[in-house]
């Protein structure tokens, strides 16, 4: 954290940042969203450059930053690490292909205005922690502001959205029933920073909130008591489950998607072991959020989902495309949630 301002801040997980600092990140993103929608011009960032490091794949992510930085006046300037020097940490360099994180952040920060980086998953070998490390490095040698577009532990940005769309749908946090639920995927290569980083936010804005997974599906014991401080200290709750029928059963909010088990990860914290963590993912493939099981939830339950889904396996096209799915007004709320964070942090 550099400044105890938003300027210049880093954006890297909402544990950096007050539930009173959230709440104004929120009322800047509707106060933003509303200039969209009647047409007014809200040019905060002319003339200013955000350099976008991609190490992964991405729709939203991706396109809500780069069209959030035109309608804030300024440029996003997309940048694959594989056609740059890949920016790598110590321990991690490769001659002539990449380069060390301390130098890269140093030249942009001489160039542009904030960075944000995606990194996860193959990458950084699944090694836990690994890609959060960097965005720290990457912070450490910046002077300009570090935005995480989602690292192994955290997707800050997903979670204000998330945050944006309940406050829209439910009229607010308090007393509603938000459930953060495991969802089966023929695929185990699945970080878990989308689930962590939704828990975070649910219980630091004092909402009720249910973790339902499998067993063998736990998330980072740190996340967890963070949790469990922030719902002591908001007002909230936090308890885990692992029946999906009971995490559903008078929820307001159901988030169903899949991550991967600690297992899958390499040494120290996993054991790199794939065919166990294909087991436990195959052993729970009831875990879909089909019609029956939104019917448990409360009448006018809303479903979430960050995108993108594995219909079909993590929820039936009958829900997402039903009534009560709420999936694109969120993928939406990206846009909102990241034009208020760079206004914020980068003018
Ligand atoms: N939810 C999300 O981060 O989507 P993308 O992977 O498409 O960026």
Redesign the pocket.
């Known amino acids: 954290m550099k400044t105890d301002t938003f300027r210049e801040r880093d954006f890297l997980t909402l544990l950096d940042y007050t539930r009173e600092e959230v709440e104004t990140i929120l009322d800047v993103a509707q106060d933003l969203k509303r200039k969209r929608a009647t047409g007014e011009k809200h040019h905060l960032l002319d003339d200013q450059t955000l350099f976008l490091i991609f190490y992964n794949q991405?729709?939203?992510?991706?396109n809500s930053f780069e069209a959030g930085m035109t309608h804030l006046g300024g440029h996003a300037h997309f940048l694959d690490p594989s056609k740059i020097y890949t920016p790598a940490l110590k321990g991690r360099e490769v001659a002539y292909s990449t380069e060390r994180v301390s130098d890269v952040a140093r030249t942009l920060a001489r160039m542009g205005e904030a960075i944000a980086i995606r990194c996860y998953g193959d990458p950084v070998d699944w090694e836990y922690g690994e890609a959060h490390k960097m965005m720290r490095e990457f912070a450490r040698w910046s002077d300009i502001p570090i935005i995480n577009m989602?690292c192994d532990k955290y997707?800050p940005c997903?979670a204000l959205a998330d945050l944006l769309t309940v406050k829209e749908k439910c009229g607010g946090f308090s007393g509603v029933n938000f459930t953060m639920s495991w969802a089966y995927s023929p695929s185990v290569h699945k970080p878990r920073a989308v689930p962590q980083s939704a828990i975070i936010a649910a219980t630091m804005m004092g909402m009720k909130v249910t973790l339902a997974h499998p067993q063998g599906m736990e998330l980072d014991p740190e996340v967890l008591k963070s949790c469990k401080q922030l719902a002591s200290a908001g007002g909230g709750s936090f308890r885990t489950t692992n029946s999906f029928e009971e995490g559903l059963e008078g929820a307001d909010v159901i988030y169903p998607k899949a991550w991967c088990p600690t297992h899958f990860f390499k040494q120290p914290v996993g054991n790199n072991d794939e065919k166990k963590s294909q087991q436990i993912f195959d052993q729970n493939k009831q875990w879909i959020c089909d019609q029956q099981h939104l019917s448990m939830a409360k009448k006018n339950a809303i479903y979430m989902h960050?995108?993108?889904c594995d219909r079909g396996f993590e929820v039936t096209d009958e829900v997402i495309d039903g009534p009560q799915s709420v999936v694109f007004d969120e993928a939406e709320n990206r846009l909102h949630a990241q034009k208020a964070v760079m206004a914020l942090t980068m003018r």
């Open positions: 991405s729709l939203r992510t991706r989602e997707h997903q960050c995108l993108p």
